[in-house]
């Protein structure tokens, strides 16, 4: 079974730009979700999608931050401006709907600079 | 809310000896618990998890954990430290019920000594 796939794996843009990432879940996967992961800290939940429905973006900065799941499958998670405190790593995961099965792709280390 | 505290951001041990990483939750109910490993530049990758039953759960790469109801912990254990188990190591917790995502704690960052 292939495995949570994001891409790019890196990522350096300076602040003020915009910058957007991929996620493609496990195939049969309803449910996707975007962390942030600040160095030094756990990750935390931007947002939780279920199929193509936004279930939870308390957490989600939406004055600059903005995410997507077109057809419940893949997912993009855009930034704009970025600021320089966005330099994290994002981290998409996804379940088939309960927490037995959920797994994380390898993330996207953002820098701003 | 529910929360999660590792109460130590980083442990040092000598290889070969043992190890053991405290994890506390504040929760309304038991949740579902997890414990997961970074390795630098990596992704997450699921040590074990506790959902009901035994509450002494067997992971991966010999890894152990104890879901202690009266003291709100999950503390993970390892007999003997290899040093490739160096890594940061998290806690997460997670409702029963409708929701499905998880609450991380803080971090563990593990150094092995040789």
């Known amino acids: 079974e292939a495995g949570v796939a994001q891409s790019p794996r890196y990522k350096i843009i300076e602040k003020r730009q915009s910058v957007a990432f991929w996620c493609n879940p496990i195939?049969?996967?309803?449910?996707l979700y975007w962390y942030q992961q600040i160095l030094g800290q756990g990750p935390k939940l931007l947002i939780q999608?279920?199929?193509?429905?936004?279930?939870?973006d308390s957490q989600l900065p939406k004055d600059r931050f903005s995410a997507e799941r077109l057809k419940g499958v893949d997912s993009t998670l855009k930034i704009q401006p970025a600021k320089l405190e966005d330099s994290a790593v994002y981290l998409c995961?996804?379940?088939?709907?309960?927490?037995?099965?959920?797994?994380f792709g390898s993330g996207t280390r953002l820098t701003v600079v | 809310a529910q929360s999660v505290t590792q109460p130590d951001i980083h442990i040092t041990v000598s290889e070969g000896a043992s190890l053991e990483l405290r994890c506390n939750y504040s929760?309304?109910?038991?949740?579902?618990l997890f414990w997961y490993v970074q390795s630098p530049g990596q992704g997450l990758q699921l040590l074990l998890k506790?959902?009901?039953?035994?509450?002494l759960v067997q992971g991966i790469k010999g890894f152990e954990a104890e879901f202690k109801r009266s003291q709100s912990s999950f503390n993970l254990r390892k007999p003997s430290v290899h040093w490739s188990d160096a890594a940061e190591y998290f806690c997460?917790?997670?409702?029963?019920?409708?929701?499905?995502?998880?609450?991380f704690g803080g971090g563990t960052r593990v150094l092995v000594k040789p």
């Open positions: 995961a996804s379940s088939p709907g309960s927490l037995h099965g959920y797994t």
């Open positions: 195939s049969g996967h309803a449910t």
């Open positions: 999608f279920q199929n193509n429905g936004v279930v939870d």
């Open positions: 929760y309304g109910a038991t949740p579902y």
């Open positions: 506790y959902f009901s039953g035994d509450t």
């Open positions: 997460a917790v997670g409702p029963k019920a409708a929701g499905n995502k998880l609450t």
